[in-house]
């Protein structure tokens, strides 16, 4: 079973700061790696899949990079509608499940 | 419109059973493999079962194995989730979501209480 670790489980940012949030797997997921943004109430949002391309309609401002086990997601000028929780991903091709890290919560300093 | 609407949700006593729904629009459901992912009270994400897009290959979290039933009716465009022998612990919002997670419903609440 793969482990995800995010870090920071907290990251305290001002508004048009840069963020920074970690993910870390057990073993390589090569990069079968996607970001989510949550907020309070809603489901999850696709920011970012396959480590580094942004989904349909995601601002320039979020970028994926990584492979293998270390992953970063950037959000280059935080907005006031960037305060939420963040969550790393892995699937796998075959079996097709999914694995969640623990999520990072970007809050306002 | 591409959508999920999930439905079935409620309070539920220990040791009982419910089945979630989920209906699909806005794209071809058939054609794409489909997952159950639950959150708890001020938790994080867990994924709970997938069903492929032919519904003949199903796999399940060690949490829910031999608990839980996913199943779809392509003809309906509806996902399922049988859960029975239910614990506290299967309290959560239930989400469902496309394969590649770019579609999300916007969860049903089941709550294990007695």
């Known amino acids: 079973e793969i482990m995800m670790t995010q870090s920071p489980a907290t990251l305290s940012v001002s508004p048009g700061e840069r963020a920074t949030l970690s993910c870390r797997t057990s073993?390589?997921?090569?990069?079968?790696l996607a970001w989510y943004q949550q907020k309070p109430g809603q489901a999850p949002r696709l920011l970012i899949f396959?480590?580094?391309t942004r989904a349909t309609g995601i601002p320039a401002r979020f970028s994926g990079s990584g492979s293998g086990t270390e992953f970063t997601l950037t959000i280059s000028s935080l907005q006031s509608e960037d305060f939420a929780v963040y969550y790393c991903?892995?699937?796998?091709?075959?079996?097709?499940?999914?694995?969640f890290g623990q999520g990072t919560k970007v809050e306002i300093k | 419109q591409v959508q999920l609407v999930e439905s079935g949700g409620g309070v539920v006593q220990p040791g009982r059973s419910l089945r979630l729904s989920c209906v699909a629009s806005?794209?071809?459901?058939?054609?794409?493999?489909m997952y159950w992912v639950r959150q708890a009270p001020g938790k994080g994400l867990e994924w709970v079962a997938v069903?492929?897009?032919?519904?003949?290959?199903?796999y399940y979290a060690d949490s829910v194995k031999g608990r839980f039933t996913i199943s779809r009716d392509n003809s309906k465009n509806t996902l399922y989730l049988q859960m029975n022998s239910l614990r506290v612990e299967d309290t959560a919002v239930y989400y469902c979501?496309?394969?590649?997670?770019?579609?999300w419903g916007q969860g049903t609440l089941v709550t294990v209480s007695s």
């Open positions: 806005g794209f071809t459901f058939s054609s794409y493999g």
């Open positions: 073993q390589s997921v090569s990069s079968n």
């Open positions: 991903q892995q699937y796998n091709n075959w079996p097709p499940t999914w694995t």
């Open positions: 396959d480590a580094s």
């Open positions: 979501a496309r394969e590649r997670g770019k579609i």
């Open positions: 069903t492929w897009y032919d519904g003949r290959d199903k």
